[in-house]
């Protein structure tokens, strides 16, 4: 049961977080005038496909996993189709409508062809075999094509392809991203506030907050709420006061005077020792005030942000595979999440968006962050690199990455196992 309750929350945190990315990149590429040619949510083969009148093709795919968008003319995204290959083409007055890759049992209706040559970039044409003569037709700007495993996607012409929109148009296309996932953390931190009933912890007030299950506050009676007045004599005015009050205890047992509904209550209990300090199970109170809730969510992402940074700057200046995880540290954060609740899980995705977010800005080629390097370094130069070294870099990049990932992921098992 546990491992199923994991799987679904690993798969739930995974593909939210991608999801949104992917969204970020979707919306400011039409937004750019770049063609989406494909939205996908899930992973692996298809399960459900439709071209909308936007020219996207929307699928939902078997692996339940992330997701993607297909870009034209960003990273590899081509339909490429080999000289010989068996096509079928839909004809209206003369120009081609769809392209059909399928297979031969769906060419109804349409004319069959053995293609020699195409140009979907600028000509608009293909060129093939149709009854043993070559024939060359114009085809649609907004012509179609339905690749082998039945996703219909459109083709690609040069004018809508990412290398062809603007600077600010490609600059936004790669920020929004990282930039979504900024925001999902944000709206998940403000979430969390709703749900534990409060945002930022109040440490100027006496009042207590969540009282930890079996710990000796729970066990003495204590409740969420009450305003503690003194200590074995000692008045108490704000958290630092009554926390003071307990590691000094040095495991003696405690004489609490509370505030409870307006009467004052005597409870006497004793500090648990956990480590090299003496505990009763108490957490602050929170500001529970539907701006301090709001105001949560932007400085926990903050707090959270800070600290990945800090974290992120130390591994470069001290390279240690042992600070990284991948998937399966993922997988096995996602299990102690679960078992831990709602909240923990909500906590989890934010810090995990968040934490995406920034290492995608990294100017790393095979990330967006080197994406943006790439069109920055066009602004600066007034033209663009070439799309040849561009390749390599962006090769060599992701070829380190998968590398590092393959490590990880091993470093992941040997931790475990």
């Known amino acids: 049961m546990d491992s199923i309750r994991t799987i679904i929350t690993f798969a739930i945190v995974f593909s939210v977080i991608v999801i949104v990315h992917e969204f970020g990149h979707f919306y400011f590429a039409k937004k750019s005038g770049i063609l989406v040619r494909e939205f996908s949510i899930g992973m692996g083969p298809k399960l459900f496909g439709h071209i909308g009148k936007d020219g996207t093709a929307y699928s939902i795919r078997l692996l339940p996993v992330g997701g993607y968008v297909r870009m034209a003319g960003w990273g590899d995204d081509d339909t490429e189709i080999k000289t010989g290959t068996p096509v079928g083409l839909k004809i209206e007055d003369g120009v081609v409508k769809q392209i059909n890759l399928r297979n031969e049992q769906t060419y109804s209706n349409m004319l069959p062809m053995f293609i020699t040559d195409y140009d979907f970039d600028n000509a608009l044409t293909v060129t093939g075999e149709v009854n043993g003569e070559s024939q060359t037709y114009p085809v649609d700007h907004d012509a179609t094509i339905v690749e082998s495993d039945g996703t219909e996607v459109r083709i690609a012409p040069s004018d809508v392809q990412y290398q062809n929109a603007s600077i600010g148009g490609r600059l936004i296309t790669n920020f929004a991203g990282p930039m979504n996932n900024f925001i999902l953390g944000i709206v ?33 009676g204590l409740k969420k709420g009450d305003a503690v007045e003194s200590i074995d004599g000692v008045k108490i005015s704000n958290w630092q006061d009554l926390t003071d009050n307990i590691v000094k205890s040095n495991g003696k047992q405690l004489d609490f005077v509370i505030n409870r ?68 540290a993922m997988y096995q954060l996602s299990g102690e999440a679960a078992r831990a ?59 380190f990455m998968l590398a590092l990932m393959v490590a990880v992921t091993w470093n992941d098992f040997m931790r475990i196992f």
Do not use: C, W
Not at 358 to 384: H, Y
């Open 261 to 328: 509904d307006g009467k004052e209550e005597n409870i006497k209990l004793t500090p648990k020792k956990e480590g090299d300090r003496y505990l009763i199970g108490i957490n602050a109170a929170v500001k529970d005030g539907f701006i301090d809730k709001i105001t949560y969510g932007f400085t926990e992402s903050v707090m959270a942000s800070t600290q990945i940074i800090k974290a992120l700057g130390d591994l470069i200046v001290r390279p240690n595979i042992d600070k990284l995880g991948g998937p399966v």
């Open 188 to 220: 998940v931190f403000i979430i969390v506030a709703f749900l534990q009933g409060g945002g930022e912890t109040n440490l100027n007030t006496n009042r207590l907050g969540q009282i930890a299950p079996n710990s000796p506050a729970a066990q003495a």
């Open 341 to 399: 609740g709602t909240v923990t899980v909500l906590r989890l995705m934010a810090l995990l968006s968040i934490n995406l977010g920034i290492f995608n800005l990294v100017p790393i080629p095979a990330l967006d962050g080197g994406k943006i390097l790439f069109v920055l370094i066009e602004a600066v130069r007034g033209k663009p690199i070439s799309q040849e070294k561009e390749g390599v870099i962006t090769v060599v990049a992701m070829v």
